[in-house]
């Protein structure tokens, strides 16, 4: 099993910054390509990022290329998101998810296909 933890949520005003992260814990001898995904209220969860395990590849939602960047640390078994130019439309609880047995370079963008995820971090953008 494999337990994921984020953090970094939290209160800003639009047009400010966050950084989120993400640990990984438990059994990490597969290779695991992890990702960020959100959820509004009244909304379905929906892709934000995500990143390949070799790290060297990435992808981003539409709403949220060229303001986020998604990046995983050295020992693979963390993964950020920097939030920049935030908007009141990036309010959501974002989670992080990982996928096991990936191979090096995929990265994935359906929910479905994610084995693990974290309880999940709050972001709330004021106006």
């Known amino acids: 099993q494999v337990q994921l933890a984020e953090s970094g949520g939290g209160l800003v005003q639009a047009g400010g910054s966050l950084r989120l992260s993400c640990a990984a814990s438990?059994?990490?001898?597969?290779?695991?390509?992890m990702g960020w995904f959100r959820q509004a209220p009244g909304k379905e969860r929906e892709f934000v990022a995500a990143?390949?395990?070799?790290?060297?590849?990435?992808g981003y939602a539409d709403s949220v290329k060229g303001r986020f960047t998604i990046s995983r640390g050295d020992a693979k078994n963390s993964v950020y998101l920097q939030m920049d130019s935030l908007n009141s439309e990036d309010t959501a609880v974002y989670f992080c998810?990982?996928?096991?047995?990936?191979?090096?370079?995929?990265?994935?963008?359906?929910?479905?296909?994610?084995?693990?995820w974290g309880q999940g971090t709050q972001v709330t953008v004021s106006s």
């Open positions: 438990g059994r990490m001898e597969n290779n695991f390509a």
């Open positions: 990143i390949s395990w070799s790290g060297t590849r990435t």
């Open positions: 998810g990982a996928v096991e047995e990936a191979p090096s370079s995929y990265y994935y963008t359906k929910e479905g296909l994610y084995d693990y």
